[in-house]
């Protein structure tokens, strides 16, 4: 197994989950490719995207569905930080890797590097008890997990962030 999915699958029994990683013959880096490797809908995919408010890491999990508003995103960070954050990004792909541990493509939920505040869109959580997949250390591994364990997984803050 690979260190990423040990560090991803200790994250899930850490947090009481019983779901376990599973590893896919073909890439699931893209929403897409996840969800055509299982044969589900791209809002059944948790996208972990990593950005930067005044240089600080957000966790932001939007559906594979979905798009980050940014207009959103700041009057969320607003509420969420307290204040309004003056510059806000996206992190590219060596931010993402220094800070998550994981590469683009594979970057998970939990079991980063540092504990990442984390906003989860209410999209996401729309679903009830429906299974979600999300990405677990590598570009071909994913984990399923309903809405309440994805919030009971990464402390996340429910808010409107995608368009």
Avoid: C, Y
Wanted: hydrophobic share 45%; no cysteine.
């Amino acid at each position: 197994m690979h260190p990423n999915v040990r560090r991803v699958q200790a994250a899930l029994e850490a947090a009481g989950l019983k779901s376990e990683v599973r590893e896919m013959p073909q890439s699931t880096a893209t929403a897409r490719e996840a969800a055509e490797a299982l044969g589900t809908t791209l809002d059944r995919i948790v996208k972990s995207l990593l950005w930067l408010a005044d240089g600080e890491p957000v966790l932001v999990l939007v559906s594979g569905a979905r798009r980050v508003d940014e207009a959103k995103l700041a009057r969320a960070l607003s509420g969420f930080l307290g204040r309004e954050p003056g510059e806000l990004r996206r992190a590219d792909a060596a931010t993402v890797k220094e800070t998550t541990g994981f590469p683009v493509g594979g970057v998970p939920p939990a079991g980063h590097l540092r504990p990442l505040p984390t906003l989860v869109d209410r999209n996401l959580l729309d679903g009830g008890e429906a299974v979600l997949w999300a990405a677990a250390g590598t570009p071909r591994t994913l984990f399923p997990v309903t809405a309440a364990e994805l919030l009971r997984l990464t402390g996340g803050e429910p808010v409107d962030v995608a368009e």
